[in-house]
């Protein structure tokens, strides 16, 4: 399959793929970025891993993306201490929707993997993007927050003292990617009366875990190791889907209107648009999403769910505005 990564010489972007390098699902590995992605892909090329590695600049875009089973985006510019993720959005929207414009042309037909923040409006646009263009197919449309999962799970296991890599089935998390918006889910009720101590502390650090990196990095940027990883996770779900794979319970930002289970969740949250939550993949698409983890939630969690819907309808509004106003 052909892994497309645009903003691949960046601080996410570079880790990322060499970890796509290493996925024996990848025959190709497409790497584009405004500058430097023809070293970092000769670089990776060097790899005894058998896919190919090409790395492309500039006004090359269309052979980067061209055959792109899957089209992972890291591009933009990161937070540095002070500001918020929606301050990106200046900067951020034009890139992405720049890009998305590409993607529609050369590969419209990949599923689109978005990172660049803030994704609670950078998903939006890529959807009023694609949709002017004709080419939207919803379930293709996937914003990355598998971050707020990796963090839960590990701050999960820090607060209870069990292993990590088997705190994926304790937790999820639903909603958006910032701040408030973020809504971790216990999914184990003798684990919510254990954490019942340390629950406004784990609430907060899961919501706030990327200005605990922006604060520590000190203005040289995000999270970058971390996403890299958590960008892997959630690429990987999605090429062994595409290669036939039942893949489900992997959350994710996604435009309800066209997907399965869509609108019941858009009636249940108070028409909500975009929502993250986990989905059923079929081919490396949004098929479903599973509403039962809705039916679930503690009142705590509820109430943590209004308040991310009510910030979440301006976020997606202003990034709806911009496809469809901006140049
Ligand atoms: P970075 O500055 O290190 O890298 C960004 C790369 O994008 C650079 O190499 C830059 O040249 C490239 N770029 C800029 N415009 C481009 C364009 N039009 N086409 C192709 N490439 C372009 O930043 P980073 O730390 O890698 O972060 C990238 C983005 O990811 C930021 O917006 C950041 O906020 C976001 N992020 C999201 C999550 C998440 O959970 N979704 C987590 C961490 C960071
Ligand atoms: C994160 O959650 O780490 C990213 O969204 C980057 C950021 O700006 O915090």
New binding site residues.
């Given amino acids: 399959m052909k892994v497309a990564i645009?903003?691949?010489?960046?601080?996410?972007?570079?880790p990322l793929s060499l970890l796509m390098k290493l996925d024996p699902l990848v025959t190709e590995l497409s790497l584009?970025?405004?500058?430097?992605?023809p070293g970092v892909a000769q670089d990776l090329s060097h790899i005894s891993t058998n896919s190919v590695c090409q790395g492309f600049e500039k006004e090359e875009?269309a052979k980067a993306l061209q055959g792109a089973h899957v089209v992972i985006?890291?591009?933009?510019?990161?937070?540095k201490p002070g500001m918020t993720?929606d301050d990106?959005f200046k900067i951020?929207a034009s890139?992405v929707k720049?890009?998305v414009t590409s993607m529609g042309q050369y590969a419209p037909q990949a599923r689109l993997l978005?990172?660049?923040?803030?994704?609670n409006s950078?998903v939006p646009i890529a959807v009023e993007t694609l949709k002017s263009m004709g080419k939207l197919q919803p379930g293709n449309v996937m914003?990355?927050?598998?971050?707020?999962c990796v963090r839960a799970e590990t701050f999960l296991a820090e607060y209870l003292g069990r292993d990590k890599s088997e705190c994926n089935k304790d937790v999820s998390v639903i909603g958006g990617?910032s701040g408030n918006t973020i809504v971790p889910v216990l999914l184990n009720s003798t684990l919510r009366e254990k954490l019942k101590p340390y629950y406004q502390e784990f609430v907060h650090r899961v919501q706030f875990g990327?200005d605990e990196?922006v604060k520590a990095k000190a203005g040289a940027?995000?999270?970058?190791l971390?996403?890299a990883f958590?960008?892997y996770r959630f690429a990987n779900s999605i090429l062994r889907s595409l290669s036939g794979e039942k893949v489900s319970g992997v959350p994710t930002f996604v435009y309800l209107s066209g997907i399965n289970g869509g609108p019941e969740v858009k009636s249940k949250l108070g028409n909500v648009e975009y929502f993250s939550l986990p989905v059923f993949l079929s081919n490396g698409t949004v098929s479903k999403v599973d509403l039962s983890i809705l039916s679930s939630l503690s009142s705590q969690e509820k109430e943590l769910v209004k308040d991310s819907v009510r910030q979440l309808a301006s976020n997606i509004e202003k990034g709806k505005k911009f496809a469809l106003g901006a140049k």
């Fill in positions: 645009v903003g691949a010489s960046g601080g996410i972007g570079q584009y970025d405004v500058r430097s992605a875009i985006v890291p591009a933009g510019v990161p937070r993720r990106l951020n890139i720049g890009i978005i990172i660049s923040n803030p994704v950078t914003g990355v927050t598998t971050l707020d990617h990327g990196v940027g995000s999270a970058t971390s996403m958590a960008g």
